[in-house]
Nanobody, 123 residues
Framework: VQLQASGGGLVQAGDSLRLSCAAS????????MGWFRQAPGKEPEFVAA????????AYADSVKGRFTISRDNAKSTVYLQMNSLKPEDTAVYYC?????????????????WGQGTLVTVSS
């Protein structure tokens, strides 16, 4: 499956942004989807994940209550709605997909990765 992330940009602290990740090549609703991010000079970290229907989701503590992952299987797209953005949310955000429905917080679970989209939050 091919993944194309988009929606990044430069925003101010407190603003909102919605990232999208469009999938192609395979049946989208066979896949769990995840969002990860990597800030400059830091290790990649888990952000959010969704099972194949979107009924089960998981979030990193740092984004819980501010970010929401959702998916539209008819459009083969997963979204990450980011509200109340903080400068520490600045990172390249990556979407990922895998047929596994377990261990979704771990990057090694995912087989397919998008190219990343940069989110910059100014203070």
């Amino acid at each position: 499956v091919q993944l194309q992330a988009s929606g990044g940009g430069l925003v101010q602290a407190g603003d909102s942004l919605r990232l999208s990740c469009a999938a192609s090549g395979r049946t989208f609703d066979n896949y769990a989807m995840g969002w990860f991010r990597q800030a400059p000079g830091k290790e990649p970290e888990f952000v959010a994940a969704s099972d194949w229907r979107g009924g089960n989701t998981a979030y990193a503590d740092s984004v819980k209550g501010r970010f929401t992952i959702s998916r539209d299987n008819a459009k083969s797209t997963v979204y990450l709605q980011m509200n109340s953005l903080k400068p520490e949310d600045t990172a390249v955000y990556y979407c990922a997909a895998d047929e596994s429905m377990i261990h979704l917080r771990h990057g090694v679970t995912y087989t397919y990765w998008g190219q990343g989209t940069l989110v910059t939050v100014s203070s």
